[in-house]
């Protein structure tokens, strides 16, 4: 677990940039906590600094793609996914330009920095947009695949990476993947977890510590949490009782997506562990989790919970 | 207070701050320490608010635009009895806190939440434009950082500024010429600033901005000054008062270990002996 998300799209970025000189790497003043540092340093032609200037960001890259550019702008996730709002709207979607978007120290990685800098609403605006795709990779190997299948495709994309080193999901050479379709880690019958990003690891070690005490819960990483995978969805919801676990909000986020496709395909339970409709409890990401339910620990709590 | 009672309180200011820091293990301490003067002079000498005029309508208001820099704040509003300063050096950024790494106004003291950069010159504008409508005698201050005025939601507020004529209101700029990456002039050019602000029809006032002195005069400028907003470039050297943290982008919010720690405290200590 020694390499952060950020650091992982960073490395496939140099390593594709310096075959193709079209991938253009853009920081508002972030390339320090975006783990971008190599990449303007090794690549200083394919690297542009625009300064404080989130909204300039977005519409440069989004120029830039006009031009036949394949931008990848790269910001706290909190400014992208509220400042420069319109210009992922109107500049990115509704323009259909190849903008990737990597909202870095997503969630509430950034602790006790507070709700100006936590992430917990991009789901809901950035996965409101027409046309714009939302993805929440869980660990370093998924992050790599995923990277490399954004950067082939032309279409706009928002991929949220969280601050610091994560566990590891998958292992080294097994790691399943296929772009759009969630990735089922584990299968059981009597309960199904849905998670993205982060709290997926949590989610697995739940799945396992309830193992041990003989129930067995399906786990989906839903990294893909738009296009959501309605297949996956709806393969949970044959469990009859569904926990969704997120680093956002309820409204608009992964829960809402999720209950939304069991109403009208598949009614079941589903119950949805996130953060609240308030400013978050002053703590770091683990602190915050376990204060509300997301970790391991709550989770497994809410199963048993359910399963009374 | 007189110039050298300001510059021992900027000095005290100093070293709570760094103290809060080396507690906490985070914080953003080479603006922290750039600011300190401005808020001193403002804090200690010409704002009309205090822990007994809180909700009086006629009170002062300060927005700290360039949010991060929080630590001198609380420092401040503490040592002028908003709240308990032990508390404050307890807690700040710990689990469960009120103090967080970036101004909330549910501390007493503060008027505005910031941290997002780029907002608070425009809520400014929106104070000093109520205090106009209602014929209200207060002022209302901004520190901004220069990072900060790549942001073009502040020249909105520099606009709307100069066109509403707001002599009630005042801007500083915290000139320390860096910010995360490195030097301002590199990340992205803001010399000239004067000239800049001039051209919206503000009045503009350059001085060395560690220097109490030139800041106390500035602002006693401003509040004479009819007709048009005042913005103080504040000259500052970033990490000012710590010699190892002077003038270098790392200590945006670098922690000191123990002995960098001690280093600091001595260094601003035989300083304030000196005054
Ligand atoms: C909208 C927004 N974008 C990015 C940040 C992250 N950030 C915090 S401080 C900072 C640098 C600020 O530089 P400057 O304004 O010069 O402040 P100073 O050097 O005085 O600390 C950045 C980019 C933020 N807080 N808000």
Redesign the interface.
């Known amino acids: 677990m020694a390499t952060a998300n950020k650091q992982v799209v960073c490395n496939v970025l140099m390593e594709l940039a310096k075959e193709d000189k079209d991938i253009v790497v853009l920081?508002s003043?972030?390339?320090?906590?975006g783990s971008m540092t190599p990449f303007a340093d090794e690549l200083p032609g394919q690297f542009i600094?625009?300064?404080?200037?989130e909204?300039?960001l977005v519409s440069m890259a989004a120029g830039l793609a006009n031009a036949g550019k394949k931008p990848m702008a790269v910001s706290p996730a909190?400014?992208l996914s509220t400042?420069s709002m319109e210009q992922v709207k109107v500049d990115c979607a509704y323009s259909h330009m190849n903008v990737k978007l990597l909202g870095i120290s997503g969630g509430v990685s950034y602790?006790?920095?507070?709700?100006?800098?936590h992430s917990t609403t991009d789901i809901a605006t950035i996965g409101s947009i027409p046309g714009m795709r939302v993805y929440f990779p869980s660990d370093r190997f998924q992050t790599e695949k995923l990277t490399r299948a954004l950067m082939a495709d032309t279409e706009p994309a928002y991929i949220r990476v969280g601050r610091n080193a994560v566990e590891d999901v998958y292992e080294e050479g097994k790691v399943p993947f296929e772009m759009d379709k969630a990735t089922v880690i584990r299968e059981g019958r009597d309960i199904a977890i849905i998670a993205c990003g982060e709290l997926v690891w949590h989610a697995m070690k739940a799945a396992e510590a309830l193992a041990e005490k003989g129930i067995e819960a399906t786990v989906i990483d839903m990294y893909c949490v738009k296009p959501l995978d309605r297949e996956a969805v709806l393969k949970a919801a044959q469990t009859g009782t569904i926990i969704t676990v997120e680093e956002h909000v309820a409204i608009g986020g992964l829960g809402s997506m999720v209950a939304q496709v069991t109403a009208a395909e598949a009614p079941c339970r589903v119950v949805n562990l996130c953060l609240p409709d308030s400013p978050v409890?002053?703590?770091?990401s683990k602190?915050v989790f376990a204060h509300y339910g997301l970790d391991a620990a709550g989770i497994e709590k809410t199963a048993l919970e359910l399963l009374k | 207070m007189t110039i050298t009672e300001l510059e021992r309180k900027a000095c005290d200011i100093r070293a709570d701050v760094v103290t809060l820091i080396h507690k906490a293990g985070c914080g953003h301490i080479g603006g922290d320490m750039s600011e300190v003067e401005a808020l001193v002079a403002l804090y200690y000498k010409h704002l009309n608010c205090s822990p007994e005029n809180e909700s009086d309508p006629d009170r002062d208001r300060f927005v700290l635009s360039k949010g991060h820099s929080v630590e001198t704040l609380y420092c401040i509003l503490a040592d002028r009895g908003y709240f308990d300063k032990a508390e404050l050096m307890d807690t700040y950024s710990a689990y469960g806190s009120r103090f967080i790494g970036h101004p909330n106004n549910k501390i007493p003291g503060i008027e505005m939440n910031s941290g997002s950069l780029g907002h608070g010159l425009s809520v400014a504008v929106g104070m000093a434009k109520a205090g106009k409508m209602d014929g209200r005698p207060y002022r209302v201050y901004a520190v901004l950082g220069d990072g900060e005025l790549a942001e073009g939601s502040v020249w909105e507020g520099v606009m709307a500024g100069g066109h509403f004529k707001l002599d009630n209101l005042t801007a500083f700029v915290d000139r320390n010429r860096l910010q995360i990456s490195g030097s301002t002039e590199d990340v992205m050019a803001q010399d000239e600033q004067e000239r800049r602000w001039a051209a919206f029809g503000w009045n503009v006032v350059s001085i060395p901005g560690n220097d109490i002195a030139a800041v106390d005069a500035a602002i006693s400028l401003a509040k004479e000054t009819k007709g048009k907003p005042t913005v103080i470039i504040l000259n500052t050297t970033k990490g000012k008062g710590v010699s190892f943290m002077e003038n270098l982008a790392v200590w945006h919010h670098k922690v000191m270990n123990d002995e960098q720690y001690e280093t600091a405290m001595a260094e601003l200590a035989e300083r304030k002996a000196g005054l």
Do not use: K
Request: proline content about 0%; some cysteine; glycine content about 18%.
């Open positions: 920081c003043d972030s390339r320090g906590s600094e625009v300064g404080i200037a909204q300039s909190s400014f400042r602790g006790a920095l507070g709700m100006t800098h409890v002053t703590g770091n602190q």
